[in-house]
């Protein structure tokens, strides 16, 4: 797992790398399986802020998250296009139940699916790869993807861009509060059905 204050520090003393480092972690968040594992969602408005700091434009930053995001999300459409449903064998077992989750919401949204489940945690790597998988047709991934990349990396780049400091010295408080929140709306709500 990545530390946080590890790759912060060195971005800081290596600030040729923070618009590449943004565009791996983002591309890394968007890729199947890795995605899972991968806490850029915690990372990249740090990265954000930290470009605001050295003087990097809040364009710049924000193209290499953008284009970071196309790219993972192309290749994990593209897999699962390919491959089909034998993917699903190379997730862990205790993983395969967001596969069927990421199955139902894409059923029941259809293209909508794409732009929204970035959004939705662990659909967010499985979305892409699961419209693969079930046939969604290349003509209408390609342009909503491309279309609706902008809105998560404006949104965790943006933000740590424009709140600087402010926001990566209580980035820890706000993602409680707000994961507790959305936490206790979802699993009263189940706005995405996603609950058996």
């Known amino acids: 797992m990545f530390d946080f204050s590890n790759i912060l520090e060195f971005l800081s003393n290596n600030t040729e790398w923070i618009n590449w480092a943004a565009f791996i972690l983002v591309f890394l968040e968007s890729l199947i399986i890795v995605g899972l594992f991968t806490p850029a969602t915690l990372i990249v408005p740090g990265i954000g802020a930290l470009a605001a700091s050295v003087g990097i434009g809040p364009i710049e930053i924000f193209l290499y998250a953008t284009l970071g995001m196309i790219c993972g999300d192309s290749i994990s459409y593209l897999i699962g296009k390919l491959i089909g449903n034998k993917v699903i064998g190379w997730f862990p077992e205790d993983q395969r139940p967001y596969v069927e989750r990421a199955r139902i919401f894409i059923k029941k949204y259809g293209i909508l699916s ?67 929140v959305v936490s206790i709306y979802v699993y009263f709500k189940d706005p995405m059905k996603l609950r058996k």
């Open 114 to 180: 794409v732009a929204l489940g970035r959004f939705v945690g662990p659909l967010r790597c499985l979305v892409p790869l699961t419209a693969g998988t079930l046939g969604m047709n290349s003509k209408i991934f390609f342009p909503v993807e491309i279309l609706s990349a902008p809105a998560w990396t404006a949104v965790y780049v943006l933000t740590g861009y424009f709140l600087g400091v402010v926001f990566v010295e209580y980035f820890t408080y706000f993602l409680l509060a707000f994961v507790f």
